[in-house]
């Protein structure tokens, strides 16, 4: 590979694979018509037609849509669970619950109607934001209505994202594109597909087959790799490749590689890749172009030499430069070569100044504006502060244009440089240049330069490949020329020999891997490498540095250390010279989260005293050889910590009928979309004004913002962006009203099942007499045991709830029964939650036994229990007997979300349960007093509570026994024992709580048998 010249950018091609998702031919929208596959997933929103027959009937037809509870309803069936099984599975269900009902049947279940899904499409996509797409949607499919990924949009990483984690691995396009490998994953509810920048784009044009730019990643970003994206070069093409890249000094130049002898060659994020094409053959001919009239090919007969060509092509144009030109002949093995002439001195006729012509030559005439006076200036490039041409003068040396460069840079390599000198009309001449000898005045290195050198140092990362380096307790400590089989006591003994005050226990090789630019340390047992013991005399590799340590080195004093938010944290050998900069290198860099303007280093003193040292991160990186890269100590520890935690990070807070609302971290260009993305988006009770709460000038101001609701996709017309402590607050829709809510009515009626709270018009919900009065009761209903059940959340406001818990918190206190614990642990959350449920699965048991009538004997038991308002029932106090007696007209109750309306069959006992001497039910007697069936189970016990005695109706009312004129069929007599009767009787208002009680229904807790 070779540098030269730098050629003019060709003007931008495509970006292969952006135009896919744009094509209108193209369209990745599953087909509605088609079936969908037998381990399709069912979901709210889906149709489903259910078909049930044998021969010439019909048992049932319908198309049928899963409700928002994931159910289906069939008029033969009733309530089917239908979200989350497959479509196999929902056939399977259906034709084992029309087994029971029909001996012989078909069956024919096909999803009619796909439900959509939200999904996000985020990151450089054309039109980022959020689609409603089809339930069978893949990625294609997301990418594809976002318009694809925009022109600085990555094809090969793109993420898909659910529950905040990735699925799988990044998603290449290009596998699709190039291979026919499907990578496109089906979507489901709530994905969010990120398209990332693109990372290395490089341009591929020439000779391949398909010219484009091109997206590479780690596996393809050698110069034969990508040549094979690029469908690999044409017939056509010679094997010679010209890169255009753009230099640390954001200059452009050309690198010249050959094929396959380059085909490593690793390209970088910007470069233009040209495939040259083999030229056109010259037989007999000659070419002339540049600054002459009628520039062209011209036969060798008549233009054997450089005047008469010139003539023949109408001679040198104004502006013609003559003190320069170049001739480009192809060599027999197939290379190029430039040749420089002097066209002023061919015409003047000076010895030896013209060169013969050849067959295939092309002779380049520049202009004055295209060449500069070469003649006048000296070059330098590379490794120095300031590279460019500089003004020649006469006597000039090597240290003279070193010095107007300004010096070497940091990364300079000065053991050798190289000197390029341009005789006219002859090859250009190689001269080796030792720069550390040249600037420390030898005048052997110090050359004295000629008008159009050029001088190029190397950095020492290009020459890591030729040298190994021992530094530390050596003679002549620097770099040394590496040759294959080079091992550890031949460095050391080119190195001059060891110094008298040296370990001999160990030494330590540092070796650079190639395939992942990272250190490997080698602990080396010198004494057995210098006695050429094989084992420990390791083979040297280029590149490796190998340092010797003075005696007092040794020891666990050898260690340096880094904590805190770096890649790889923890302790490192230290070497001489070792910086700040270089340990945060072997710790693979600082995190994202850093605070890099300071971090600590301490230093242990001799007198064990510790010292702190603030270091700013970006300095030290940089690499300066200066107090803000500081030079390390054994045992020194470097301390980086987290942004959080030596500043505040700013956030914005989000309030009001949205999925997740809270505190939010502000981001840079963080707009009132991004944080309503961020929030879940709205609730459906949300109305479409969303005001902005912020500080100004000490005063706070309200900013109404319309936000645009179509289906799940929120607009803004007006975007702002957000500021540290901004307040959003997100209305409530008062006319709101969800008519996808349901009541439940079980029991002894008709059709039994869910059924639609809101009328017809949907402005106001059914009442309970509405209920019931669209079903039939069946014979055996018990109108006084009906029961209507109402989430707590409905029955209590928010002030009511705290008041109340304080009341209970205070009745166990003085009970002897409350935890002492106020911050609850999660073992003891845990274990309330496990109580919680058992009484819930008790309540069920306990409507089970109340509802029997074979006579079965149970036993019911409370036992002491604390006072807390999981304990309620969900019950309210109705007297569904009278609301039918009167039609409705007394009794009537609005229902609520969720309301489960439960009617009995008609009871035939009694229960008894408490303080008695015998637990059990008797049968119903009519008109019998309550101590009729107290002494049908033996009377009370000693510790029975007389006075206290309570009568739970079968709709769940509760009533003290002098207030219960009569017992009831289904009746539960509830005799508290003295310790139920103290917790209750410590608050000294036992008619105002039984009368809380009986409107929340208190539960008893049953045990059947």
Known sequence: MAPSQPEPAKPRLSVFGQDFFRAAGINFEPNPEAPVPPDYVLGSGDSLSVICWYGNTEYERATVLVNGAGEIYLKTLGVVP??????????????????????????????????????????????????????????????????????????????????????????????????????????????????????????????????????????????????????????????????????????????????????????????????????????????????????????????????????????????????????????????????????????????????????????????????????????ITGEVVKPGPYPFRPGMRVADLMELAFGPSTNAYLTQAYLYRYPVAADAVLMPVNLEKALAGDVTANLVLQARDRLMVKSRDEVLDFVVRVDGEVEKPGALAFYRGMRISDAVFLAGGLKVNVTLDRALLTRIKKDTYTEELIEVHLREALAKNPRYDLPLREGDHLVIYPISQTGEAQFVTIDGAVSAPGTYPYRGEMRVSHLLFLAKGVLLTAYVPRADLYRIRSDNTVEVIAVNLDDAQSGALTNANPLLRPRDRLVVVKREEVMELPTVQIDGPVRKPGAYRLVTGMKLSDLLHQAGGFMPEADTVVELHREVNGKLSASPFTVTIDGENVSLKLDPFLQAHDLITVMENPHYRDTRTAFLIKGAVSRPGSYPLYTETGTKPKTLYEALNQLELLPEAYPAGITLYRSQSLLLGGPQKSELARFMVELDQRAGVANTNAAASEEAAAEDAAKNQSVRNMSSALAQVISTNDGDSVTLIIPPRQMSQQVFGLSLAIDAAQLLRTKGRQGDIELAPGDVIVVPKTPETVTVIGGVINNGTVRYQPKKSINYYLDAVGGIAEDGEKRNIVVLRANGRMLPARAARAVEPGDVIIVPTKH??????????????????????????????
């Open 82 to 379: 239908a979200s989350s099984r497959t479509a196999a599975q929902m056939t399977d269900e259906l034709r084992r619950r029309y087994a029971k009902l029909y001996k012989q049947f078909e069956l024919s279940v096909r999803v009619v109607g796909r439900r959509t899904i939200p999904v996000w499409v985020m990151g450089e996509v054309t039109k980022p934001g959020k689609f409603m797409l089809s339930s069978m949607a893949t990625v294609f499919t997301a990418l594809y209505a976002a318009g694809g990924p925009s022109d600085l949009g990555s094809l090969r990483a793109i993420r898909l994202m659910r529950h905040g984690k990735q699925v799988g691995a990044d998603i290449d396009v290009y596998q699709y594109l190039l291979n026919g490998i499907d990578v496109s994953v089906p979507l489901e509810p709530g994905d969010t597909l990120f398209v990332p920048f693109t990372r290395t784009l490089v341009a591929l044009d020439g000779e391949v087959r398909r010219p484009a730019i091109y997206e590479l990643r780690e596996t393809d970003i050698t110069l034969s790799a990508a040549l094979a994206l690029a469908g690999g070069a044409t017939p056509n093409s010679a094997d010679l490749v010209s890169i255009v890249r753009v230099n640390a000094d954001r200059e452009r130049q050309t690198i010249d590689c050959t094929l396959p002898k380059d085909a490593a060659f690793v390209l970088r994020n910007g470069d233009i890749v040209t495939v040259k094409a083999v030229p056109p053959p010259l037989k007999n001919a000659v070419a002339i172009r540049g600054a002459v009239h009628r520039p062209g090919q011209y036969s060798i007969e008549k233009a054997p030499s450089i005047p008469v060509l010139v003539e023949l092509a109408g001679g040198f144009t104004a502006d013609a430069y003559l003190e320069q030109a170049i001739i480009e002949r192809q060599q027999d093995d197939g290379t190029l070569i430039k040749l420089p002439v002097s066209p002023r001195k061919i015409l003047a006729k000076e010895p030896g100044a013209e060169l013969p012509l050849r067959a295939g030559d092309t002779l380049t005439i520049f202009t004055r504006t295209q060449l500069p006076e070469l003649l006048d200036i000296v070059t």
């Open 980 to 1009: 139920i009767a103290q917790v209750i009787k410590t608050k000294g208002a036992y008619e105002r709580i039984i009368q809380t009680l009986s409107e929340m229904a208190l539960i008893a807790l049953p045990f059947t048998k």
